[in-house]
């Protein structure tokens, strides 16, 4: 069965330089999350997507921006890149009910920034 | 304090041992999650529960709605068992459905053979 897919797994970036993140859900799953794990930490809510609208932001720093596309895949992108920025990016998505829906993790997009 | 609360944060236990991993929330809810993570790994969804109890092989996950809390029980506990179990919660919104998920400190499980 196909789950959620992100790309790339892994990217090493510079301090200053952009990254762009994506994710593509479950098929007719409408709703996708975004998360940051730093080294040995929890993780922490970015932000959320619902059908191709922000539906719900966390700790995303302003360098950041995120949108869900028509075929419901989203990007994340970061912009002037910092140190603290490494992180493990997880992505997640669910068909949103009344319950919240059954929740698919990606892998995650391992990003070094050096 | 933490919305989401796990215990204990770190648990180690013999091969074969039951093990149960509790988590208390202090909003309500329109949905909780138990997941899964290894080391340096993704995370995987286990169960999600908006009331009573689930059952998936040697995992069963069971929440009190009232009480406002949920546990994680492993029987038969294995060595391929060792990860972080993280409890999340799906705030609920009066609104409609929820957007957010909020993580729980999650708990290092270590079993040794």
């Known amino acids: 069965a196909a789950g959620v897919i992100q790309s790339p797994r892994h990217l090493i970036k510079e301090k200053r330089e952009t990254a762009t993140l994506k994710c593509y859900p479950i098929p007719r799953h409408d709703t996708v999350y975004w998360y940051q794990q730093g080294p040995g930490q929890d993780p922490q809510f970015l932000i959320s997507f619902y059908e191709k609208m922000q539906s719900d932001k966390g700790s995303i720093p302003d360098r950041f921006s995120a949108q869900q596309f028509s075929d419901y895949h989203s990007e994340l992108n970061m912009s002037s890149l910092e140190l603290g920025d490494s992180a493990l990016y997880f992505c997640?998505?669910?068909?949103?009910?009344?319950?919240?829906?059954?929740?698919?993790f990606g892998e995650g997009s391992r990003l070094t920034v050096l | 304090k933490n919305e989401v609360e796990q215990s204990p944060q770190n648990l180690t236990a013999q091969e074969g041992e039951f093990i149960t991993i509790n988590c208390s929330y202090s909003v309500g809810i329109s949905a909780l999650h138990w997941l899964q993570q290894h080391p340096g790994g993704g995370i995987v969804s286990l169960f999600m529960l908006s009331s009573g109890k689930k059952k998936h092989g040697r995992l069963i996950a069971t929440i009190n709605i009232q009480e406002k809390h949920s546990s994680l029980h492993i029987t038969a506990s294995h060595p391929r068992d060792s990860a972080v179990y993280i409890c999340a919660v799906l705030f609920m919104n009066y609104g409609g459905a929820t957007n957010k998920l909020i993580f729980g400190t999650g708990t290092l499980l270590a079993v040794q053979p």
């Open positions: 997640a998505s669910s068909r949103r009910d009344y319950t919240g829906g059954e929740l698919f």
